[in-house]
C-alpha cells in the first residue's frame, strides 16, 4: 500500500485530505507540525507528501529545504492559503512538485494525485491552453481575466518562465511598471536556473 505524509496544523484539512487520499488507496500518516513531519519523513519512506508552508515548530519551506539536503526524495505537494510567487519560486528550486492553492477540493486532490502517479508534476496540455487564453484575453484588455487564467496556470506548474513574463505583461498593460519588472526577474531566474 501507498504510504502518504499530510502535514498540517489546521485539523479539517489533515480530515478532508485524510480522507481523499484513503479514498485514493493511500496509507495516511498525519502531522500536525514542522518538526514532527521531519522526523516521520526521515523516519519513514512515503510515496507523498502533501506539506503546508505555514506551520509551528518549523516552516514548511524549512522542512522541504531539510529533506532535500538530507536527499529524501519523495515527492512534495506545498499548501498554501497565502500563494505568493516569492515562496512559489523558492518551493519549486527546492523541488516541490506541485504547489497547491488553499482552499481545494477532493477533486483538485484527485487530479493532482492522478498527475504524480502519472509521472507528471503538470499537466502541459492544461498549461497550454491556459497560457493561450490569457494571452487572448490580455490583447483583448481583459487584464484581471488574463491575470486569473495565469495564477491557475501558475499553480499547475510554478516552474513555468512564460507565466511569469505573461504576469509581467499584464502589469505593464495596466501601468504597473514596478510589478512588471519584479516578474520580469522572476522570469529570468527561471531561465537562468
Known amino acids: 500500500m501507498r504510504k502518504v505524509l499530510i502535514v498540517d496544523d489546521t ?18 500518516t498525519a502531522a500536525g507540525d514542522g518538526k514532527q513531519a521531519l522526523e516521520l519523513l526521515q523516519q519513514n519512506q ?16 524549512e522542512v522541504l529545504r531539510r529533506v532535500r539536503e538530507l536527499g529524501i526524495d519523495v515527492p512534495i505537494i506545498i499548501m498554501t492559503a497565502f500563494a505568493t ?43 497550454e491552453i491556459l497560457l493561450s487564453d490569457a494571452k487572448k484575453l490580455l490583447a483583448n484588455c481583459k487584464y484581471n481575466d488574463s491575470f486569473q487564467q495565469l495564477k491557475n496556470a501558475l499553480a499547475l506548474d510554478p516552474g513555468c518562465g512564460e ?31
Open 85 to 127: 510567487v516569492k515562496n512559489a519560486v523558492e518551493c519549486t528550486k527546492l523541488g516541490a512538485v506541485v504547489y497547491l492553492q488553499k482552499p481545494f477540493t477532493a477533486e483538485k486532490i484527485r487530479r493532482v494525485i492522478q498527475e504524480i502517479s502519472d509521472g507528471e508534476s503538470a499537466d502541459a496540455d492544461s498549461i
Open 163 to 193: 507565466i511569469y513574463r505573461l504576469i509581467a505583461a499584464v502589469y505593464e498593460a495596466q501601468g504597473e511598471c514596478k510589478q512588471a519588472e519584479r516578474f520580469k526577474q522572476i522570469a529570468k531566474q527561471f531561465e537562468e536556473g
Open 46 to 61: 512515503f510515496h507523498l507528501a502533501f506539506l503546508d508552508i505555514k506551520l509551528p515548530e518549523l516552516p514548511g519551506t
Open 11 to 28: 485539523k479539517n484539512i489533515r480530515t478532508l485530505l485524510t480522507m481523499c487520499l484513503e479514498a485514493e488507496g493511500y496509507q495516511v
